[in-house]
């Protein structure tokens, strides 16, 4: 089966420090692959998605994600954490399953 | 603009009650799904709908079943409540090639 492995159900870092969520897919072929942050009693919305045009691709607030096909990676970055950033978030895997990961839930601290 | 619509956002069961989840969109997608989420286990699919008039399977459908009722609209049926469903379930859909799926708000579902 066709899988998504998230390294950390928790990640820590200081505000202004790089964020690192990890992301490891299982596939034969370059899947679609997406990551989606979810808020405090919210639903999940996308801060990026990964279609085959780029492999370095960028999001909303500030995050990005490169795909590494060697690595069947998808680790998602941003440069300086914000204490806004603070939420669970979730990387994915699409075809007509969409299949999610476990999560990292993200802290930032002051 | 709605996006995707859930009904009811929060619903408290006694073993062995039904209930039906509604989910509605309006962005005329093709697929649509309901997810279950709790705490260290992500988001796990339940059943999907590739388009209208077809569903199936996926990782956790025991205790569950689904109907397309139309393109907007996909159910989800839990016939005999169990403690064990108690979760967050969510429904989402999706276009067609890459593109992403969109979430509603969810259903916070507890069961006594």
């Known amino acids: 089966a066709q899988s998504v492995t998230q390294l950390g159900s928790h990640v820590s870092v200081s505000e202004g420090a790089l964020v690192l969520l990890r992301c490891n897919y299982s596939s034969s072929v370059p899947p679609y692959l997406f990551w989606y942050v979810q808020y405090p009693n919210q639903g999940l919305q996308l801060l990026l998605k990964?279609?085959?045009?780029?492999?370095l691709v960028k999001g909303i607030n500030g995050f990005e994600a490169e795909f590494k096909k060697s690595e069947t990676s998808f680790h998602l970055t941003k440069p300086s954490a914000h204490m806004s950033d603070a939420a669970e978030y979730f990387c994915a895997r699409g075809g007509n399953m969409l299949t999610f990961g476990g999560g990292t839930r993200l802290m930032v601290k002051p | 603009n709605a996006g995707v619509t859930q009904t009811p956002k929060f619903q408290v069961l006694k073993t062995g009650q039904s209930m039906t989840l509604q989910c509605a969109q309006d962005?005329?997608?093709?697929?649509m799904y309901w997810y279950r989420q709790d705490p260290g286990m992500g988001l796990r699919l339940i059943y999907y709908?590739?388009?209208?008039?077809?569903?199936d399977k996926g990782e956790v459908p025991n205790g569950y079943n689904v109907s397309r009722l139309n393109k907007r609209e996909f159910s989800l049926r839990l016939e005999s409540a169990a403690p064990s469903q108690t979760s967050v379930y969510f429904c989402?859909?999706?276009?067609?090639?890459?593109?992403?799926?969109?979430f509603g708000q969810g259903t916070r579902l507890t069961v006594v």
């Open positions: 709908s590739a388009s209208e008039g077809t569903t």
């Open positions: 962005m005329n997608h093709n697929s």
């Open positions: 990964y279609t085959s045009a780029a492999t």
């Open positions: 989402a859909s999706r276009g067609t090639g890459g593109t992403e799926a969109f």
